[in-house]
């Protein structure tokens, strides 16, 4: 009986992981067909990561009250530390949802590119030496010529909503892929 208990829980994995794909794929549908004709593009992380991030949040604050509230000998430290620890990574989530976005105008020459921490970039299409899709991580990975002549990375999500405009702007700039 555990046997199969377990073999449900790890099958269960891929396919909560393919709802959460499929979710955030619809979502960038329904954006993408709205800024067709926009001239001002955002590329922003996927609701659906949010509410993951807020799932996250509630299901380890409630185990670390009902571990405050029903001690037993199997709370320690470490495992306080593991649940908060969660908990954080359930904040960082929802506050990545919220800060994270790029926005690209039509006709613009730039993007301004904003991080987790609110800190903005205006990069010139010009500076962007390549770009690599790392299908593994789902991840673009964006090298740019800053000041200096040193090199910047920035990493921007595949799952993100207008992802493909961005991509698209990407190879009308003439910037090279280095994935192939």
């Known amino acids: 009986m555990k046997i199969i208990l377990k073999m449900l829980v790890f099958s269960a994995i891929p396919v909560v992981i393919g709802i959460i794909s499929s979710i955030a794929e ?20 996927p609701k659906v990561y949010r ?19 029903f001690p037993n000998k199997s709370v320690n430290i ?4 593991g649940f908060s620890i969660f908990l954080l990574l359930g904040c960082a989530i929802v506050f990545q949802t919220v800060s994270w976005r790029i926005d690209v105008f039509k006709g ?14 205006v990069i010139s299409f010009e500076d962007c030496i390549d770009y690599k899709i790392h299908p593994k991580a789902s991840s673009l990975e964006l090298k740019v010529l800053c000041a200096k002549n040193k090199t910047k990375k920035f990493y921007i999500d595949t799952q993100a909503i207008n ?11 003439k910037v090279k892929n280095i994935s192939k």
């Open 108 to 121: 613009k020459n730039y993007f301004n590119y904003r991080t987790f921490f609110f800190r903005k970039y």
């Open 51 to 69: 509410w993951v991030g807020f799932l996250d949040i509630i299901f380890f604050a409630l185990c670390l009250c009902c571990m405050g509230f």
């Open 26 to 45: 619809k979502e960038n549908n329904k954006e993408l067909v709205k800024n067709v004709n926009n001239e001002h593009i955002i590329i922003k992380s």
């Open 78 to 81: 470490w495992t306080i530390s």
């Open 163 to 173: 992802f493909d405009s961005f991509l698209e702007t990407l190879r009308c700039h």
